[in-house]
């Protein structure tokens, strides 16, 4: 069965500080993709990764870096947390996209962050 | 942005009934897929549509595309209490995904 696993269901932490969020896929999907969800906005992609090391801007980027140093492995960094950032995280893979084509999307079960 | 905006925004029925959901989207697609989320989780694909594609059909989903008319609908025959969830529309961009806003289904038992 497929998988992808987030680093924590549930994560409180303070203002200023350095917030990593890990996801790992065990399906050897080349790409990775991390999503911010806020109520009545939908799912807004914050980056991308194609393959090992590389890396694409999303919709919203600003505040956040990521780092895919292992093909199974795709971390968020929140380099300086701040409270609108508070929100719930999701990661997801899929294959390669062939000829432009998209293939789904395989899901983690999120992570709620709270900035206080 | 947000290519995909799907209507109703809040849909409640009783159970047995069908649910029916659109999707309208802006630019030209390959592709365009459904999800469902349910509450406080992360998101189930359901199924997939090609451009070149009118219909398809899963288990109790049936969903249709109009490229003319650049939106999609997601049929849910029969329904039951269990699907209560939300259910998002994606659309292909650039190596990504554009999600909409969702549209949340509420089935009364």
């Known amino acids: 069965d497929v998988k992808v696993t987030q680093s924590s269901r549930y994560l409180v932490k303070r203002t200023g500080e350095k917030v990593f969020l890990e996801c790992v896929q065990d399906m050897d999907h080349e790409n990775m993709f991390w999503y911010r969800q806020d109520p009545g906005l939908g799912l807004r992609l914050i980056y991308f990764?194609?393959?090992?090391?590389?890396?694409e801007k999303g919709d919203i980027p600003e505040g956040y870096s990521v780092s895919r140093e292992k093909k199974e492995r795709f971390s968020l960094i929140l380099e300086s947390a701040s409270t609108n950032q508070t929100s719930m995280y999701l990661c997801a893979s899929s294959l390669s996209w062939y000829r432009g084509r998209s293939y789904e999307q395989y899901f983690g079960p999120g992570t709620r962050l709270t900035v206080t | 942005s947000q290519q995909g905006e799907e209507d109703p925004q809040a849909l409640s029925i009783q159970e047995g009934e069908n649910a029916t959901m659109n999707c309208s989207y802006k630019t030209s697609i390959n592709n365009l897929q459904w999800y469902r989320q349910n509450s406080g989780r992360g998101l189930v694909h359901l199924i997939l549509i090609r451009s070149n594609e009118r219909e398809k059909h899963s288990g109790r989903l049936r969903v249709t595309l109009d490229t003319s008319k650049k939106s999609s609908s997601l049929l849910i025959t029969a329904s039951r209490a269990a699907d209560t969830a939300s259910y998002f529309c994606?659309?292909?961009?650039?190596?990504?995904?554009?999600f909409g806003s969702g549209t949340r289904l509420q089935v009364q038992p």
């Open positions: 994606a659309t292909d961009r650039r190596r990504a995904l554009t």
């Open positions: 990764s194609y393959d090992v090391k590389m890396k």
